[in-house]
């Protein structure tokens, strides 16, 4: 059980936060520890030793060659993360006008900092969104979180017509690459060809653009009928 004293440090929200995200985009509310290592840039070794100091504290729990999932404390924590972070991206983007290729790691920062009444005034300026400039769900002050789509642009077949959703990867030069592309969430998409073979799918875009993507970008791209 979490003590009222043992508050989480910025780098146990980091951990949360990011457990909580790939729970949210995997099939198991259970993680796997070298998944956690890559998305935090640590060693394998350095996420289990960390894991197990938060399991120690109530944040998680861990089986070992398993994985690590949140405990009821833990996801409050990451889904407050996360809530901050998206409507810090979502400020940033809509209000200071910076390129949606350089908010993750600004966001990164600040969501240590900003109090609670803060965000609150800030949802409230904002209008109280519920995506944020990548496409992903906002989640609530209550901790609700609206159902995202499942599905990426790679389980499409020809002839399918959908709109994209969100872009599943915040690395800067993934994100400019879509905003030159025009792989904007909201932007309706046609799937011209898929090719096994080579790997690849054709896409129209908004009735116009045509372009060729290889299937790990296209798995990126979330998408919705």
């Known amino acids: 059980m979490v003590s009222l004293f043992n508050m989480p440090s910025s780098t146990v929200e980091n951990y949360l936060k990011q457990i909580l995200v790939e729970s949210l985009q995997g099939t198991s509310s259970e993680v796997g520890m070298g998944k956690i290592a890559d998305c935090l840039g640590v060693t394998p070794g350095t996420a289990t030793t960390m894991v197990k ?15 690590v999932k949140l405990t009821t404390a833990g996801r409050k924590v990451g889904m407050n993360m996360l809530r901050r972070h998206r409507l810090l991206e979502t400020f940033l983007v809509e209000t200071l006008g910076l390129d949606w290729g350089e ?3 600004e966001a990164e920062v600040l969501e240590h900092a900003i109090s609670e009444k803060v965000l609150e005034k800030l949802d409230e300026f904002l209008g109280r969104p519920s995506h944020d400039p990548h496409g992903d769900p906002i989640p609530t002050k209550r901790g609700g979180l609206p159902k995202a789509s499942n599905r990426s642009l790679l389980d499409c077949k020809v002839g399918d017509l959908v709109r994209i959703e969100s872009i599943q990867d915040q690395e800067k030069e993934f994100l400019q690459f879509a905003r030159k592309n025009k792989l904007m969430p909201g932007r309706k998409i046609e799937v011209i060809r898929h090719d096994r073979i080579a790997d690849s799918i054709e896409i129209k875009i908004d009735n116009k653009t045509v372009i060729t993507l290889g299937s790990k970008t296209a798995e990126k791209i979330v998408i919705r009928n």
Not at 59 to 64: D, E, G, N, T
């Open 53 to 67: 100091n938060m399991e120690s504290k109530g944040w998680v729990k861990y089986r070992p060659r398993k994985g």
């Open 103 to 105: 908010i993750h790691e």
